[in-house]
């Protein structure tokens, strides 16, 4: 069974950092897709960042530049680094999965505020 585990939310200043981690229970290259949405009160959930097959990554408008998703095949871990956070970054963060089936993980909050 698939199970995916994000950490490494919090609290943070504008213009701080966060990386973020997506563990998976199963081996990450096995996934055709790997992803961070976030979700914001009221909002509907968004793509942020993606992977697509061995190394076609996407990002979201709004966080190009800044954020930087990478994966570690050896660690089974996705990673999300942001950088030069803003208020408007402040969501819960999940991890997802896909490869014929879609999985998430449980989402990790991340608070960008003075």
């Known amino acids: 069974q698939v199970q995916l585990v994000e950490s490494g939310g919090g609290l943070v200043q504008p213009g701080g950092s966060l990386r973020l981690s997506c563990r998976s229970s199963?081996?990450?290259?096995?996934?055709?897709?790997t992803a961070w949405y976030r979700q914001a009160p009221g909002k509907q959930r968004e793509a942020v960042a993606q992977?697509?097959?061995?190394?076609?990554?996407n990002y979201l408008d709004s966080v190009k530049g800044r954020f930087t998703i990478s994966r570690d095949n050896a660690e089974s871990t996705l990673y999300l680094q942001m950088d030069k956070l803003k208020p408007e970054d402040t969501a819960v963060y999940y991890c997802?999965?896909?490869?014929?089936?879609?999985?998430w993980g449980q989402g990790t909050q991340v608070t960008v505020s003075s």
């Open positions: 997802r999965a896909e490869r014929g089936s879609i999985w």
């Open positions: 199963v081996s990450i290259s096995s996934f055709y897709r």
């Open positions: 992977i697509e097959g061995k190394d076609t990554i």
